[in-house]
């Protein structure tokens, strides 16, 4: 859910976009995509406010912008290049006056966030939201690659970091913590040199979800085995 101008924007599994009131729950709008059941994990990306806008992901490869007062369509994008698992299930994001979004199965793009025209496809498969950092994107691949973008979409470094996918990069006292789909999680410095390792201890662990940082400087992430870590 997603908290803009008092509303509460919801985006719930069977595709439908809700519009609420914060405080009486009053459904303002509700705006229903149809898509195939055959082709995609059926999953959702969170909701992107933009200026009177909201930008979102689905599952049947588009991204779209839906006014905030109304629902109602202004624009849609097909971004995914697949055939199957084409959901466009990553966190989309505003950087350099453009929208940022990508899919499993298909390039990075970044979108004219007026009327969804694509400016640049970058060759990156992204596996998770990018994080800013100054005027660069450090963003993770699903070849387990780590990579610098640039602000007009030019690729500044890239290095290849494990065999499984990426599930998410933390910016962590001037350091970058990379977390995977597989037992490891890297430190890495700002140059993407290597820091440290941390083994989760079980072939079978991940970490899928975000890394928190408090406000003395742990981080704290859950593994797929029901694991809480703390490290400082």
Do not use: C
């Not at 997603?2 to 914060?22: E, K, P, W, Y």
């Not at 909201?54 to 202004?74: H, P, Q, R, T, W």
């Not at 966030?113 to 400016?119: A, E, H, L, M, T």
């Amino acid at each position: 859910a997603v908290l803009t101008s008092g509303r509460l924007i919801l985006h719930l599994r069977n595709h439908t976009i809700m519009a609420i009131d914060a405080m009486t729950g009053k459904i303002f709008w509700s705006y229903q995509r149809s898509v195939t059941f055959s082709s995609t994990l059926q999953r959702v990306s969170k909701v992107l406010p933009y200026d009177n806008s909201l930008i979102v992901g689905f599952a049947d490869g588009y991204i779209a912008s839906l006014s905030l007062e109304e629902g109602i369509l202004n624009w849609e994008q097909r971004i995914s290049s697949g055939v199957k698992f084409v959901d466009v299930d990553v966190e989309p994001i505003y950087f350099n006056g453009k929208i940022v979004a990508g899919s499993a199965a298909g390039q990075m793009k970044f979108l004219d966030p007026k009327n969804g025209f694509v400016i640049k496809s970058v060759d990156i498969v992204q596996s998770h939201k990018p994080v800013i950092d100054n005027d660069e994107l450090i963003v993770g691949t699903v070849f387990g690659e780590i990579t610098k973008v640039g602000k007009e979409g030019n690729i500044i470094d890239r290095k290849k970091l494990s065999d499984v996918g990426i599930s998410g990069i933390t910016k962590w006292k001037d350091r970058y913590v990379v977390t995977t789909m597989g037992e490891k999680v890297y430190f890495l410095n700002k140059d993407f040199s290597p820091y440290a390792e941390f083994n989760l201890g079980h072939d079978q662990s991940a970490i899928f979800g975000d890394v928190a940082v408090s406000n003395e400087g742990h981080i704290v992430f859950y593994s797929s085995r029901n694991r809480l870590y703390t490290i400082k």
